[in-house]
């Protein structure tokens, strides 16, 4: 089959394990909805009654950001970029470290719903309501570009609507997270992270068949140039280098597992401190497991591909549908296993969209409601399921603008690091600095607010030239029908360098994992002089 048109249509067995892992994901969800009938304060529904325990934790906290994007847009990116990738997994390390040391003690010992809740305490209510609209507007795009990510697979590999399929994974997902809480969010992240991992696998051993042993995809990779792991190049403009994926990625990850609302919300969920620090470490495991498959996913890919670029001879759309496209094209013979990743994709977005409805209203509930309206318990438990619900809408409709976007892992990098980075930032100059007060936090999260967005909205017009970008070549001369060149040779004609201004390829060409750490330094070193200038009093409320 390889290089041929493939079917476009599931089997009846791939439907049948594709159903069976929604059905099993909703009956999670209704399961916990009657087995918690006897609970109904918002903090079993949010917290899940600060009962649960390391692993399941562990797992949930894995789920919730290796969605579809990292089983569909983590191979591309190895296929287009290079195997450098993997050094992701030295930034994992560091994060969970710095998570576990310095973020999570201080939030677990506050006893708060909402990360957002330290601000005031730190600084005060405007600030706090300023952290907590930042993080509902990063939430909200993210979780729409992870539902578009998987519908754009289903679409690809099976023909089904492809807003027919933004939908249904959207009512899904909703359905159980506003059933059943954090407690269905949790168990559900946990077996839904199976089917990942399944699936990638299932990928991994039959490319390993098909091409005669992971010696012959390890040597196409290297002939291929994709074992470009040690580049340490120090220039920032070069999109990927040890110090972009290890340094700047420390940093994405920081602010996602330090003090993103879905995480930390985890953590708080856990019976005893330990429980909680051990789930981060738990979670370093299961972190590197995906991160491996999927980047050697992304070696079978281009050991299957080598001569037959799918994307250059326009057998697909976007290099986004090259991993769905591999399934068909090599398990197709094998009833049920192209179903098991499609489940596998739409498992990923069903956990982390579930994760980002159950953290949107939790900050909603307890930084814009609990403040300022009185409300009975049962009143805030019902309103969170309403709330629940309306998130669930909005992140469907999200999915629209995230149908505009380009490839699936630069674009959640890139919104994680603008919004993140800063956020960061400010917990960090509350934590770090004790001479910080409310008027340099203000001044420093707009700075680097707005200095992030500069760069990241100049590289959306234009984009880093190939020089800083280094896209490996794609071939077609092996293919059996008729296609282009190859990629490399492509881009030239759409980009002209005339055209650029002079911060196009000097500022705008900042490698997009530097987004965050951008925001971050800006907003410390702005809010520590404002704070000096200001008098250095702790808060002003």
Known sequence: LIGSECATSFSVWDYVVFSLMLVISAGIGVYYAFAGRGQSSSADFLVGGRSMTAVPVALSLTASFMSAI????TPVEVYQHGAIFILICFSYVLMVAVSSEIFL????????TSTYEYLEMRYNKVIRLFGTVLFIIQTVLYTGLVIYAPALALNQVTGIDLWGAVISTGVVCTLYCTLGGLKAVVWTDVFQVGIMLAGLLAVIVQSVLLQGGISTIISDSTQGGRLNLWDFDPNPLRRHTFWSITVGGTFLWTSVYGINQAQVQRYISCKSLFHAKMALYINLVSLWAISICSVFCGLCLYSVYKNCDP?????????????????LDILSEYPGVPGLFVAAAYSGTLSTVSSSVNALAAVTIADLIRPYFSLSERQLSWSSKGISLFYGAVCIGMAGVASLMGGMLQAAISIAGVAGGPLLGLFSLGILFP??????????????????????IGAQIYPPLPENSRPLALMTHGCNFSGGTNWTANIDDFILKEQRPFLADNWYSLSYLYFGPLGTVTV??????????????LSDR
């Open 435 to 456: 001479c910080a007060n409310a008027k340099g936090g203000l001044a420093g999260l707009v700075s680097g607010l707005a200095l992030s967005l500069w760069v990241c």
């Open 524 to 537: 410390i070193t702005v809010g520590f002089i404002v704070s000096i200038l200001s008098g250095m009093r």
């Open 105 to 112: 003690p201080i939030f677990y010992r506050l006893g708060i």
């Open 311 to 327: 994307w250059t001879a326009r057998k697909v759309s976007a290099l986004d549908q090259l991993m769905p496209y591999l399934v």
């Open 70 to 73: 990292t089983v569909l847009g």
